[in-house]
């Protein structure tokens, strides 16, 4: 390993514990500095909007938490099925489903997984191919409604989206493929430099969501970290290139759902 390699590995592990010299808790944070707070949610741009059932009760076959846990595996084979909209708002509310929302000014989401301060830093983006009654295209998740928007009209994005994801055609090409994205100030106004750690911890806990929700309907699910990040984020129509905005948005996670 060279010293300039060595040097970026250093660095990134100082990410993983949220210490820089310049955090050395000398500096406050935004929140610490009393400037406004971020939204919780991106707000929606205005297309037309499919609510989405909430009474999926049904769908849920009879396994216990033990058997879940239990037969969760990586699933990279699916079924040339539709999914109902039943089953994918199911596999929404479970990863980002909103509770309730909290704070004075109703600023807090409290949701179905946990995250660092409640910051909730992710959004959720839904390539979707094979979801009964969802023209194919490209859809953004509103979770103040449950409720999802057409964010690009663009119903032929296998091709693309399976080179963005370094080539794994079983990921761009399932019925469905979710794509998380983050918006690091929402965490960053609390937590500053510690703020990069906690949403990737944050993630995890969305994907295993992921994982268990699709075990308890009958899919799979694979957890994908292999992806180019300019090609996935120029899909979703995101600046790309190194950060240098605050407000940011780039994608940080895959994972393609079918039934198995
Ligand atoms: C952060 C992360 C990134 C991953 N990226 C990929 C990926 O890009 N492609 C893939 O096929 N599997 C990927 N996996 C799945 C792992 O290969 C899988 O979890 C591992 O082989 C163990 O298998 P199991 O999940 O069935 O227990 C990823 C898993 C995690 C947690």
Redesign the pocket.
């Known amino acids: 390993m060279n010293d300039k390699t060595r040097y970026e590995i250093l660095k990134h592990r100082e990410m993983m514990k949220g210490y820089s010299p310049a955090d050395a808790g000398l500096e406050p944070t935004d929140q610490e500095q009393k400037l406004p707070f971020p939204a919780p949610v991106k707000e929606g741009k205005g297309s037309s909007v499919l609510e989405l059932p909430l009474d999926f009760e049904d769908i849920v076959q009879e396994k216990n938490l033990f058997e879940l846990i239990q037969e969760?595996?990586?699933?990279?084979t699916y079924k040339d099925e539709n999914l109902t909209q039943k089953e994918l708002s199911f596999l929404l509310w479970a990863t980002q489903g909103i509770r309730h929302f909290a704070g004075k000014m109703k600023q807090v989401t409290l949701r179905n997984v946990p995250s660092a301060g409640s910051r909730h830093a992710m959004e959720t983006y839904l390539f979707i191919h094979q979801i009964e009654g969802i023209p194919a295209g490209i859809y953004h998740y509103l979770p103040s409604g449950h409720s999802l928007e057409l964010w690009e009209d663009r119903p032929d994005y296998t091709e693309e989206l399976t080179e963005a994801?370094?080539g794994?055609k079983?990921?761009g090409t399932a019925p469905v493929t979710f794509v998380w994205s983050v918006i690091p100030y929402r965490t960053e106004w609390r937590y500053g430099m510690k703020a990069h750690r906690y949403m990737l911890m944050d993630a995890?806990h969305v994907?295993e969501n992921l994982?268990l929700a699709c075990e308890a309907i009958g899919c799979g699910t694979?957890?994908?970290?292999?992806?180019n990040q300019d090609l996935l984020d120029d899909l979703l129509g995101f600046p790309g290139g190194p950060s240098g905005e605050m407000d940011d948005e780039f994608a940080i996670?895959?994972a393609p759902v079918g039934r198995k």
Not at 72 to 76: F, G, L
Not at 222 to 227: L, N, P, Q
């Open positions: 969760r595996e990586s699933c990279r994801l370094a794994q079983f990921a995890g994907c994982y694979c957890a994908v970290g292999a992806y996670y895959v």
